[in-house]
């Protein structure tokens, strides 16, 4: 069946920078999977994956835009240590998780003090040109109970 709204699609996937470089591999493990429709990817793959079929294998450069966004500059904050999600100690560069009230989220450390942080909250990726190498695995129907939750249940999604 081809990718259209509501469907659960698996894939493998590559993804490298503007630069060549692999940030990214599922190949050696598993594979990643998404409810097609509902914004679970980035835009720019997700409109790549649309009327694929499994075993399709393509290859994609999407623009910062409609991947995680463009940069920006006022994005800096001051945070308590205490919201700080990720164990073991917290240096300037680190990806780190931390608590908001929209759930936890990817921050960049831009300088660690004893009890405050500031972080860059832009998305470590913002701002990246990002090539993805695709292969699709599997095509199925969602079943109700995904539709209704939004997201996929079972190998690659959600358990619960
Ligand atoms: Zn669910």
Redesign the pocket.
Known sequence: MKIAGNCVVTFHYRLSDADGKALEDSFDGDPMAYLHGHGGIIPGLEREMKGREAGATFNATIPPAMAYGERREDAVQRIQKKAVMTKGRVKPGMVISVSTDHGPRQVVVVKAGKFVLDVDTNHPLAGQTLTFDVEVVEVREATP??RA?R?V?GPGG?H?
């Open positions: 109970e995904e939750h997201h249940h959600h619960h």
